[in-house]
């Protein structure tokens, strides 16, 4: 076996060697990936995936360790990632580079035809004085040489665009996943609709970005309710986890 690869966090990436570590985080990076129009990228298509400590779920957010919490984001976007390119023909391989925390996804040249491009995702990090760490997951649709890496051009963007846009959602729900809240009487291993019931809609006008939110409760003990939020792109997300006794 072998062990575990060291990990570095900011500010210490220059002391960084053969150890897991982000990319860093920079401000014109943070500007486009909050803002909606987007902006100016190094990319031919990009889209990213903010996210924050306060934002993970709770037994991460309590150990605070940045190591940890990059870790636990890289392991969910790598196990997502690679489910995905296993049960998919568009591509013809998948390599991982620690430092940097890159993953690179071969387009396959007979199924995607579009042989000068490649999906690029980057985990980026930048630590805050409040002790807490922003991380933010780029995907990237990319040319492979250094002169055409943003270029759109290229032969066959159509087919490795439609490509690159599922690729996006599968790396979102990755991170999505790492905010999730850990339910009381958990349900790990089987479906979400086995253990609670979604009762009455909250809130009636969904939107992009904040949802809308649905009551739920136990099917056990019929006890507990929660709020739970649903992206109108059927991302779960949750507003709040806010567990308290029936009026019943």
């Known amino acids: 076996m072998t062990a575990e690869p060291e990990i570095y966090m900011t500010p210490q990436l220059a002391k960084r060697k053969d150890g897991l570590c982000p990319s ?5 990076v943070l500007k486009v990936s909050t803002s909606k ?8 298509i990009s889209k990213s995936y903010q996210t924050n400590t306060k934002y993970l779920t709770e037994s991460i ?4 360790n940045e190591s940890e919490e990059l870790k636990f984001i890289s392991d969910s976007v790598n196990k997502f990632l690679k489910e995905y390119v296993d ?8 390599s991982f580079e620690p430092k940097g925390c890159t993953w690179k996804l071969e387009l396959d040249i007979d199924k995607v035809q579009a042989p000068d491009y490649r999906i690029q995702v980057i985990c980026m990090a930048r630590a805050s004085g409040d002790k ?5 997951v780029d995907t990237t649709l990319v040319g492979k040489s250094d002169k055409s890496i943003s270029s759109t051009s290229l032969p066959g ?3 490795a665009k439609a490509t690159f ?3 996006s959602l599968v ?3 990755a991170v999505v996943r790492c905010e999730f809240p850990e339910f009381p009487e958990g349900c790990k291993g089987r479906i979400f609709r086995e253990v609670y019931q979604l009762n009455a809609r909250v809130s009636c006008k969904p939107d992009a970005i904040n949802g809308f939110l649905r009551k739920g409760s136990s099917r056990k003990s019929l006890l507990l309710t929660a709020q739970i939020r649903f992206l109108c792109n059927c991302v779960p997300w949750y507003a709040s986890c806010q567990w308290e006794k029936s009026c019943n």
């Open 61 to 64: 957010r309590q150990l605070e």
């Open 157 to 159: 963007f159509k087919e």
């Open 37 to 44: 129009g987007g902006g100016p990228s190094h990319a031919a």
């Open 87 to 94: 049960n998919s023909d568009d591509f013809s391989g998948i």
């Open 132 to 136: 807490r760490t922003t991380f933010v």
């Open 165 to 167: 846009e599922a690729t």
């Open 171 to 173: 790396v979102r729900k």
């Open 24 to 28: 860093l985080l920079i401000d014109e």
